[in-house]
Each structure stands twice: as C-alpha cells, then as structure tokens.
C-alpha cells in the first residue's frame, strides 16, 4: 500500500470527508505507524462540533492503537513491529516553565493528537515516539483503544480525587466505565450519576460493580468524598457540591464544558474544593498501564469500519453507545 486513508475534518460542524494522502516517512523521532483501532473520544465530538478550536484541515483521532511500520533516524524505545498506543498528549516544547516544573500536561507549546496533529482516523499515522506507550498484552487492540484517553484522562482525575472512598461519577460513559473498575480494585465505592431516566446506563454502572447508580439530579445514599465530572455540563457542577462532604473535592474531567451557573458560596464553604484536569503526562500513561496490566478492567466496546466514523460520532453524540466507540480501519 502507497496511500493512507484517513477521515478528515475540514471546517466544524461538517462530517468528515474520506480521503487519500501519500504515505509519510518518518523523521526524527517519529514512528510510521498501521492503525489497528482508534477510539472515538468526546473531545473528538468538541472537534467536529467547533466547541474547541486549532488548525483546519485535521484528521481527528487520539486513542490510537497500531504497530510500527518504520522509524525515524532518532527515535528509540520501540523497534518494527512493536505494538504502541498514542494518546492526546502527542509533544511538548520541553522548554517553557510546566515543562521545566515536572507539569509538562498544562505545557505552553504542546502538541495534540488529532487536534493540532493529524490522528488516528486513519490506517496510518506518524506520532513522537517520546510520548507513545506500550499496551499491556492482556487487551486486544480494539478494547485496548479506549484505555488512550478515556482510561487515562480518567486515571488523572482519580488521582487528584485523592484517597476518596466514596466517589461519585458524573456521566457514565467511556471513561467512567473504566475508572468504576479501576476504583472498585483499589477498595473504593462508586456512586454513579446519569442522565436523568437512564435506566440502561444505571444498570450498567450496577453491572461493573457501582455500589449505587441514579439520575444526575438525585442525591445519593450517602455523603461523597469526591466527585468526577465527565459530562460537558457546567450545571453538573453544583449538583455534585452539594453531594460532597466538608473537605471533599470536585473534578471536571473534560476539556470542554457548558458555563457553570453562579450557586452560592455555602456550596464551595467548608473547605470544598473545585478543581479541572488539564490533559496528561508521559508519568501518568506509564503508571496507567501498569494500573491496567493488573487491575481486571474490561472495557465495554463498539466497533465501526473507519469509513463509518461519521455515525461513529453521531451515535456518541446522541448518548447511544454503551462504553466506547471504536473504529477499525
């Protein structure tokens, strides 16, 4: 094969167009790599949609599974053939004060998978090779694809939850059906939260172990240590203030969210905490992957044929897919 097939997005709320692009050699520190499996991510949906914005045209896609074809002259750590998985976090400058402090997720002149770098919409794609990451044997390319972003966005957030036993999860879709696995390993109770009469999702939360599951708007059983925001919704916000304890935390998972409306001050009193994860760092998916190597997470998946990316997207869009979107070139 000479040629690539990617789904490209040329201007926001347009579907994605099929096209063909010579196939690159890589360079430097890159990698040529076949696509296996990508999965289709809700910041995929902010692209498409024109909610965030960067260079146009772009082949989205960040949740990239694949196998080394060729190597760059300066690119170490994998070799032919190795399977890699590339995430969101596709480079940074190395220069500028984040990445100089050992925070090189919020750095000044990053690159981004799929939204400032063509991705893995495709059956190819070059990525750095600084910021690949190796996949632990026990997943199949298309369950390991979600574990790019979904698992490891949601890992970070998890961890700036802190040591909350009782955590609450808001929006029960790709991430969230990962970290419910991954906190009930670690000894934690999971509170998940849904649309509202998602009776399908709530029995899926309760499926994968969730010690409760109801609407968004509905107070648990009992009092949360900390609660993880992955649906868009800015209203969410106060809704989960309220259901934390004095001292707990709120997290906003997404890279995008609608405006949080103004609450009052007794929400945020008592040394409730507000705070947003801003993507990852390389520390981060190594720590990931040794976390998915051993805890017994099984991930929920629907695949769809590249071509079929556009209603890939619209069926996350309309909440219709259960776990994770994944396209298989």
Known sequence: MTAARVMQLDRPGEPLRDVTHDIPDPRGIDL???VAACGVCRTDLHIVDGEIHRQLPIVPGHEIVGHVLAAGAEAADFAIGDRVGVPWLGGTDGTCFYCRHGMENLCDGPTFTGFTRDGGYATHVLADSRFC????????????????????IGYRALKLAGGAERIGFYGFGA??????????WQGRRVFAFTREGDERGQAFARALGCAWAGGSNEAPPEQLDAAIIFAPVGA?????????????RVVCAGIHMSDIPSFPYE????????????NLTRTDGHEFMEVAAQAPIRTRTTAFALAKANEALAAL??????????LVP
């Open 32 to 34: 040529l790599i076949k």
């Open 133 to 152: 990451l190796r996949i632990p044997d026990r997943y199949e390319d298309v369950e390991a694809a979600p574990l790019l972003c979904a698992g490891l």
């Open 175 to 184: 991430a969230a059906h990962i970290l419910a696995q991954v906190a009930k």
């Open 236 to 248: 969410l916000v106060p809704q989960a203030l309220r259901q934390v304890r004095k001292g707990g």
């Open 267 to 278: 929400l945020l009193w008592g040394e409730r905490s507000l705070l947003s994860v801003a």
């Open 317 to 326: 869009r309309s909440g219709a897919i259960e776990g994770a979107a994944v």
